[in-house]
């Protein structure tokens, strides 16, 4: 499925956005609150964990920071960067030049367009079942959006940015090594950039997932590819507001020029504390195994339950339906708020989520074991 949206450039800011989604919800939350047993949030996804030992310790160590940071980072952040996607994601050939620090990846997102001169006239790609950020950043700007998975939609019409989401939100599907490279090939054909939105990267529960920037996909060159990352679900640093892009180094410094003008600055103690996470693997692979038994105690009731789930290979999240054709996403939505279970409703992720729910492992084993009794 297909959709084709463009906005006025002329219209007020608000006028040009979307509705906010989640505003949609309340209802339904305050059914869910109800309950005699109390909420089970599992709509939004935000992490409820401890922030690991070796961030508040580098907190703490950096907290004397009486100056102004950088736009570009500290050469520790952005050698850390490097390294880490060197040594845990076999990507190879980056500089620390080829690194920017974000203030979590949701406003380098929302803003790429802005950053990059786009406007109407434009047009801005994006998956069929998105994180709506996407369609923010191009409406922000006024340019045509199209939500498609289907390289030849565009026709004679060639996108200036094109983003994927491998492993996505909110399906959880991992996109195979074969079509990563066709859409890498793809592009540089066409000279349009690829942004890939990779921060699920370390959620991967059956197969494996490759960032663009692999030698097998990009072909050992990072031209005309960025890759954004956040550490909010990986090191539970959602407060920190910890990402970073990286790639394509005319593109990097251009966004440098731009975001030094905007005083887009990372704070120094945030940075100091997302060098030091992306050196530890050890709170990844405890904080994934707690995700990975909260996940297969869900995913069981649910299916006990007459719920089908969808893709969920990856991500923190259930894509889930009923059914062969499934009902209408809303009706999931309010038949599990009665039960006190709130989740996101697909629609919220375009027109081709309008049968499923998105649910979240982003609760306390407390939370997910109430849910699933409630299942039963």
């Known amino acids: 499925m297909v959709e084709v949206r463009a906005q006025r450039a002329s219209k007020p800011v608000s006028q040009r956005l979307p509705d906010f989604p989640w505003d949609q919800l309340t209802p339904y939350a305050a059914t869910a609150r109800a309950h005699g047993d109390g909420i089970v949030d599992l709509s939004i996804g935000t992490p409820v964990d401890p922030t690991p030992e070796v ?3 580098a907190l703490v160590e950096a907290a004397d920071s009486p100056g102004y940071p950088l736009t570009v980072g500290t050469v520790e952040v952005r050698q850390a960067v490097v390294d880490w996607l060197a040594g845990t994601h076999g990507v190879t050939g980056l500089d620390a030049d080829q690194v920017l620090p974000l203030i979590g990846s949701k406003e380098f997102i929302a803003a790429l367009p802005t950053f990059l001169g786009l406007g109407a006239g434009d047009v801005i790609g994006y998956p069929a079942l998105a994180y709506p950020t996407y369609e923010v950043g191009a409406a922000l700007v006024g340019a045509k959006a199209v939500a498609t998975d289907a390289l030849t939609t565009f026709g004679p019409e060639t996108p200036k940015l094109l983003w994927i989401n491998s492993p996505s939100n909110p399906s959880g599907r991992v996109l195979p090594k074969e079509h990563l490279k066709k859409v890498v090939d793809w592009c540089r054909e066409r000279g349009v950039l690829l942004v890939s939105d990779e921060c699920y990267l370390d959620c991967v529960w059956e197969g494996e997932a490759l960032s663009v920037l692999h030698p097998d996909i990009c072909g050992g060159s990072s031209d005309g590819i960025l890759v954004v990352h956040s550490l909010s679900k990986r090191s539970n640093l959602a407060g920190y507001r910890c990402g970073f892009v990286a790639g394509d180094r005319a593109v990097i410094a251009e966004l440098l020029a731009v975001r030094k003008n905007l005083g887009l600055l990372m704070p120094g ?3 100091h504390a997302m060098a030091a996470v992306l050196g530890d693997e050890a709170h990844v ?10 996940r297969s105690r869900l995913r069981a009731a649910l299916e006990t339950a007459g719920y089908t789930i969808e893709h969920s290979e990856a991500s923190l999240y259930l894509w889930t339906t009923k059914g062969p054709a499934g009902p209408d996403c809303w009706q999931l939505v309010a038949e599990l708020a009665e039960q006190g279970i ?3 409703p697909g629609a919220f992720y375009g027109a081709a989520g309008s049968h499923h729910v998105r649910i ?6 407390e939370r997910i074991d109430a849910a699933v009794a409630r299942l039963a």
Do not use: F, M
């Open 360 to 365: 979240a492992l982003t609760a306390s084993d």
């Open 55 to 57: 961030a508040r310790r």
């Open 285 to 294: 692979a405890e904080q994934h195994e707690r995700y990975r038994a909260r």
């Open 342 to 344: 709130l989740v996101a």
């Open 269 to 271: 103690p945030a940075q």
